[in-house]
């Protein structure tokens, strides 16, 4: 027979020991409802996180639900050859004012031999089958008469029949503006078919029909000018034609983008007609359809972007010159005077900036 006997121990510990337990416990228990809270506060800013962005993309998806139903998006994509298209522009410019010879021959007065006719007609041999030349300067005594009569007669609306170099096989009606040439710095008479910056009337326009092999069916304009080296009104400046095509609502300048034709020569220009269709707000393309706006304001404002930012320019230029300064296109110009100065360019041109922020692109 066997027997165990247990003997209990009881431990004892100090005080020091006691509490240095306790505070280690209590540093595990904060410790850990730290934690706790960390985590919680962090589950709910997840969670408002996420309620935030699917509030926003809630709302977003119903707003592009609204434009679609408003405006459905359609693509429709139409390739024709025929069809109704409008007539481009064309505009013809002749740098040279008027005729030396029809000028000395009204004006005799104001013309003159060169002083030295041997070195003169040495420079300028085509000037020699008239002996007399403007009285401008160069080579004669100058007359201050003839700038103002020049200015007169080349800033008459009225087309002089002596002066008109250009001629037309159609019974279109030819428009007269005026340009500013960089070289000269005068207003050039230019001479435009189906332009109509000004007016009211409607373009001209064309149907095109694919099963039409006759070239000559589909010819816009012919033209054909004639102009004498020996007309020149300026011995130093080479008597020159400009042309440009451009729409029959804008205004252009040929010198700058126009082309210089050549004497004897046949210039035969292939127009290809296209229309570009955009939409207005809200689409990207934010456009304005001139056209309808311009019915609708009874055929009175711009009828392009362009114009509507010529419109801006001039009235802008006029405000601050009080005249035409530097203008295209214009069809009475009031000419500025060299020294006219602007006391409110900084006003003006501020203005005009906020006046063409206006003009967004046609939408057609």
């Known amino acids: 027979m066997m027997r165990f006997q247990t003997t209990y121990y009881e431990s004892r510990k100090s005080p020091e020991e006691i509490q240095a337990i306790t505070k280690r416990s209590s540093n595990r228990n904060f410790i850990c409802k730290r934690t706790s809270i960390k985590s919680i506060s962090w589950k709910v800013l997840k969670a408002a996180f996420f309620i935030a962005c699917a509030t926003r993309f809630t709302i977003q998806s119903m707003e592009f639900y609204m434009y679609y139903r408003t405006y459905p998006t359609t693509t429709n994509i139409e390739v024709s050859t025929q069809g109704t298209f409008v007539l481009p522009a064309v505009t013809f410019c002749n740098r040279n004012p008027m005729p030396r010879i029809r000028f000395c ?13 041997s070195d003169f ?59 500013r040439e960089q070289i000269t710095h005068n207003y050039v008479k230019c001479y435009s078919s189906n332009f109509h910056f000004y007016d009211e009337k409607e373009p001209e326009i064309i149907k095109m029909d694919p099963s039409i ?31 440009f095509i451009h729409s029959p609502f804008t205004s252009v300048n040929p010198f700058r983008k126009g082309i210089a034709l050549k004497s004897g020569y046949q210039y035969n220009i292939d127009v290809k007609l296209e229309e570009e269709h955009l939409l207005p707000h809200p689409y990207h393309t934010d456009c304005t359809n001139y056209e309808a706006l311009w019915i609708k304001n009874n055929k009175t404002g711009p009828r392009s972007q362009q114009m509507c930012r010529e419109v801006c320019e001039l009235s802008s230029l006029r405000q601050c010159f009080g005249c035409d300064y530097h203008l295209t296109m214009v069809e009475r110009p009031n000419i500025c005077l060299d020294n006219r100065r602007c006391n409110e360019k900084k006003q003006v041109l501020g203005n005009r900036t906020l006046c063409q922020r206006n003009c967004k692109a046609d939408c057609l």
């Open 105 to 117: 021959y009204r004006y005799p007065d104001l013309c003159a031999e060169p002083d030295d006719i």
């Open 121 to 179: 007609c040495q420079k300028h041999p085509r000037f020699c089958k008239q002996e007399t030349i403007p009285r401008v300067g160069y080579y004669t005594r100058k007359s201050y008469n003839v700038t103002e009569i020049v200015k007169t007669l080349h800033l008459n609306m009225k087309p002089d029949p002596h002066s008109h170099f250009l001629k037309s096989n159609s019974l279109r009606e030819m428009k007269i503006t005026f340009v």
């Open 213 to 243: 092999i006759d070239s000559a069916a589909k010819k816009l304009y012919e033209f054909s000018a004639e102009i004498a080296e020996e007309e020149s009104f300026y011995p130093w400046i080479t008597t020159q034609v400009y042309f």
